[in-house]
């Protein structure tokens, strides 16, 4: 059974620009949380979306966006990006609310 | 709020020595804990988890018990190899303000040498 996805691994943008980052959950998992791990400051959660809802959100700035579609796969969306964004981004998914997170292998972001 | 704490590394031990990483919480009501690991360049894979007191959680020589009394949730492994070397994050589920949100520890590098 294939693991949680995400793409691009690696992408490289410049401040100000925008960055759209693509998950897709293990097959017959409804719920998608993304986090974020910058150098220095650990994983914090950054959103989490259920059956196509944004159901609640981490400390983070408006321009930290992002939906789930009906097959429930996620994108997210880092706009006005600055150089603090640059990070890996984690995508895990579980099977309903309160099911243990599986993570897939992340997103490095790299903001020149 | 809820919090983790975990014990400062780096950890550096020889092949087949035995392992302890600490691990505390603060939280209200019942959490459940687990353990990540994190291979260099790679994400995180889940090791163990507990979902409540005195549970054992274990998985590739590892384990881990829920200790409520003490509030704690430490990793030990008899006799760690080589490609046990990794990043270990302890962390728990934080169901206040209705998410379901883990909350991480800041992680403890392990490095085994042969």
């Known amino acids: 059974e294939a693991g949680v996805t995400q793409s691009p691994t690696h992408l490289i943008k410049t401040r100000g620009q925008q960055a759209t980052l693509r998950c897709s959950p293990i097959?017959?998992?409804?719920?998608v949380y993304w986090y974020q791990q910058a150098l220095g400051l650990g994983l914090q959660f950054l959103l989490w979306?259920?059956?196509?809802?944004?159901?609640n959100r981490g400390n983070f700035p408006p321009r930290f966006s992002g939906r789930q579609f009906p097959n429930y796969s996620s994108e997210l969306n880092v706009n006005a990006l600055e150089l603090e964004d640059s990070a890996l981004y984690l995508c895990?998914?579980?099977?309903?609310?309160?099911?243990?997170?599986?993570f897939g292998p992340g997103t490095r972001l790299t903001v020149l | 709020g809820n919090s983790v704490t975990q014990m400062e590394g780096p950890v550096t031990l020889s092949e087949e020595a035995f392992l302890t990483i600490n691990c505390t919480y603060t939280?209200?009501?019942?959490?459940?804990l687990f353990w990540y690991v994190q291979y260099p360049g790679e994400g995180l894979q889940l090791l163990l988890k507990?979902?409540?007191?005195?549970d054992k959680g274990s998985n590739k020589g590892f384990e881990a018990t829920y200790r409520k009394e003490t509030t704690s949730f430490h990793l030990e492994k008899g006799s760690v190899q080589v490609s046990d070397s990794a990043v270990y994050f302890c962390?728990?589920?934080?169901?206040?303000?209705?998410?379901?949100?883990?909350?991480f520890g800041s992680g403890t590098r392990l490095l085994v040498r042969p």
């Open positions: 097959s017959g998992h409804t719920s």
């Open positions: 979306y259920d059956e196509g809802e944004e159901r």
């Open positions: 962390a728990l589920s934080d169901e206040t303000d209705s998410s379901y949100k883990l909350i």
């Open positions: 507990a979902t409540k007191a005195d």
């Open positions: 895990a998914s579980s099977l309903g609310v309160a099911d243990t997170q599986y």
């Open positions: 939280a209200t009501g019942y959490p459940s």
